[in-house]
């Protein structure tokens, strides 16, 4: 993406998180995938103007383990042993996608 463009909202499936200081930070979903029997998703992260309505820049990709429920997701950060395995195994599941 160019420096300083807009992407449209309603292109993208975002959805809002609540980090360790119960500020929001919102996500859209690249990727889902099984690894060992546990469910994930690869988010990049994006950064939205002051109303809210559309996408001025992209952050980091995060990986989330995802357990669903009947009425909603649970989010959980993947971190340390976990977080190297899923990236190893994600990075090599996309290596070879074109854009």
């Known amino acids: 993406m160019e420096e ?6 309603s292109d993208y499936e975002v959805f809002e998180l609540k980090d360790e200081n119960d500020r929001p930070r919102f996500f859209t979903k690249i990727d889902e995938f099984m690894n060992e029997n546990l469910f994930y998703w690869a988010c ?9 309505d559309i996408i001025v820049d992209f952050g980091e ?18 971190e340390d ?19």
Not at 4 to 9: A, C, I, K, P, T
Not at 44 to 52: D, G, H, P, S, T
């Open 4 to 9: 300083n463009s807009v992407e449209s909202l």
């Open 44 to 52: 990049e992260e994006v950064i939205l103007n002051e109303a809210r």
């Open 61 to 78: 990709i995060v990986i989330f383990r995802v357990e669903e429920t009947e009425r909603h997701y649970t989010f959980s950060q993947v």
């Open 81 to 99: 042993e976990e977080l190297k395995k899923v990236k190893d195994y994600w990075y090599n599941r996309v290596k070879n996608y074109t854009l």
